[in-house]
């Protein structure tokens, strides 16, 4: 299983970023997908996860509403969309794949099986 983070930039606030995860050696359908970030001296952090079927997506209180999370299953591609980019969202971003999590522990990072590498977001004020 291999995922493939890319996307991340610099940008000032307000600005906009599409973050993209090739997942490969995977049925991507079947697999729950996450985004984390994780700042400087803090730990890592619930962003955004998708459900299997992509008919449900959760979100963190800090990006609800400027964060969107999609995928492309024939692309086998998670995207996160990020508008209103504020400095907080400052951070390493991270895409994340489980098979056979449950609703509740979407947001626990150490549920998730799998993870890319790993893109930078900086954003400036």
């Known amino acids: 299983v291999q995922l493939q983070a890319s996307g991340g930039g610099s940008v000032q606030a307000g600005g906009s970023l599409r973050l993209s995860c090739v997942a490969s050696?995977?049925?991507?359908?079947?697999?729950?997908m996450g985004w984390f970030r994780q700042a400087p001296g803090k730990e890592r952090e619930f962003v955004a996860a998708?459900?299997?079927?992509?008919?449900?997506?959760h979100y963190a209180d800090s990006v609800k509403g400027r964060f969107t999370i999609s995928r492309d299953t024939a692309k086998n591609t998670l995207y996160l969309q990020m508008n209103s980019l504020e400095p907080e969202d400052t951070a390493v971003y991270y895409c994340?794949?489980?098979?056979?999590?449950?609703?509740?522990?979407?947001?626990?990072?150490?549920?998730?099986?799998?993870w890319g590498q790993g893109t930078q977001v900086t954003v400036s004020s």
């Open positions: 050696g995977i049925t991507f359908s079947n697999y729950v």
């Open positions: 994340a794949a489980d098979r056979s999590l449950m609703l509740s522990d979407f947001r626990v990072w150490s549920r998730y099986d799998y």
């Open positions: 998708s459900n299997r079927r992509s008919s449900n997506s």
